[in-house]
C-alpha cells in the first residue's frame, strides 16, 4: 500500500472508529488496513491510533496527522481534476431521509450520472440521526431546524407542510374549523430521533406560531408508520405536503385547518466541519442546491 492510499485508509478508520468498517468501505482485508496503520506508525516514529475492544480513537499525535491527510488527500483530488479536466470520480456515501429522496433526489438523479459516469453513490435512508463522521458519510440531507455545531449546514429550500387525517377520522370526529376545535381531537406523537421526545403539532395564525400537544395513543418514530396510522383514523399528522400527494389526490387523507398551515419544513444538505469537501462532494452539493432549490 503506496503512501496516499495509507493516508486514506488512516482517514477512514478515524472517521468510522473501527478497522472492520474502514477496511470494509475500501475494499481490502482488515488485517491488511492493520498492516498498513502499524507500517505507517513505524516510518513515523509515533502512535496514531489508541485501539480497544470497544472503538477506535486517534492519539493527539494521529488528530493532527489525520487533520493533514484530509486536507492532502482534498488537494490532490482538486488538483488532478483541475490539471487532467478529469471527470469527478469515485463513491459518493450519502444518507437520506426516504421520502425526500423518492421526492428530490431519485427522478433526477438519471441525468446527474449520466452527467458523472465516473461517480458512484451509496444512498441510505432512515429517519435516525446520523452521524456523518462516525459512519462514514460524505453528507447528510435532513428536514427540520439544525443545530449541530460539529456540522456544516447549507440551506436548500423550505417544503410546504401540511395537517391531515383520514375521512373516517374526521367522520367520528368531526371536521376541525377553528384551533378551539381541536380541544375534542386526537393526533399521533412522533417521537424525535435526536431527543425521544414527541413532537408537537404547529399552526400559524397570522404572523404568530402556536404550538400544540394533543393526546396521542400511538407514538412512533418511523414516518411510514406515521402515514400509515392517519389513514386507518387514529389521528392528526403534519407533514411535508409533498409526501401525500397521491393521499390527497384520492381522497385517503384530507387536509384540514388549511388557514393555519405549519410552519415550513427547512430542507438542508450537512457535513462535517472537519473534513474539506472533495471535488465529488462540492459536485453533488452544488447538484442538490439547483435541483431542490427549483422544487420550491
Known amino acids: 500500500m503506496d503512501q496516499l492510499d495509507s493516508m486514506r485508509l488512516l482517514v477512514r478508520v478515524v472517521e468510522r472508529k473501527s478497522f472492520s468498517a474502514a477496511a470494509s468501505d475500501l475494499g481490502i482485508p482488515r488485517s491488511s488496513a492493520t498492516t498498513a496503520i502499524k507500517q505507517m506508525e513505524e516510518r513515523l516514529g509515533a502512535r496514531l491510533l489508541q485501539r480497544s475492544t470497544r472503538h477506535v ?22 488538483a488532478e481534476a483541475a490539471l487532467t479536466a478529469r471527470e469527478v470520480r469515485g463513491l459518493l456515501r450519502i444518507d437520506v431521509h426516504g421520502p425526500m429522496a423518492r421526492a428530490y433526489i431519485l427522478p433526477e438523479l438519471p441525468a446527474f450520472l449520466e452527467r458523472h459516469p465516473a461517480l458512484t453513490l451509496f444512498i441510505g435512508e432512515g429517519d435516525r440521526y446520523v ?17 449541530d455545531s460539529e456540522m456544516i449546514v447549507r440551506r436548500l429550500g423550505l417544503a410546504r407542510e401540511a395537517t391531515l387525517a383520514s375521512p373516517s377520522y374526521l367522520a367520528r370526529y368531526g371536521t376541525p374549523r377553528s384551533l378551539d376545535d381541536l380541544s375534542h381531537h386526537h393526533m399521533i406523537g412522533f417521537a424525535s430521533s435526536r431527543t425521544g421526545q414527541v ?23 418511523n414516518s411510514e408508520s406515521y402515514g400509515a396510522l392517519a389513514r386507518l383514523g387514529f389521528g392528526l399528522i403534519q407533514a411535508p405536503r409533498h ?42 452539493i452544488d447538484w442538490l442546491v439547483e435541483i431542490v432549490g427549483a422544487k420550491f
Open 243 to 284: 409526501r401525500y400527494e397521491d393521499d390527497l389526490a384520492q381522497g385517503t387523507l384530507v387536509e384540514v385547518l388549511p388557514a393555519h398551515p405549519p410552519s415550513p419544513l427547512p430542507i438542508s444538505v450537512l457535513y462535517p466541519k472537519s473534513r474539506q469537501l472533495s471535488p465529488r462532494v462540492r459536485t453533488f
Open 199 to 221: 413532537l408537537p403539532l404547529d399552526f400559524t395564525v397570522g404572523n404568530t406560531l402556536r404550538t400544540m400537544t394533543l393526546p396521542s395513543r400511538i407514538t412512533v418514530t
Open 131 to 147: 452521524d456523518p463522521v462516525r459512519e462514514g458519510f460524505d453528507c447528510v440531507i435532513r428536514g427540520g431546524e439544525i443545530a
Open 57 to 78: 480513537a486517534p492519539t493527539p499525535e494521529g488528530e493532527i496527522y489525520y487533520r493533514r491527510c484530509t486536507a492532502i488527500l482534498a488537494e490532490i483530488e482538486d
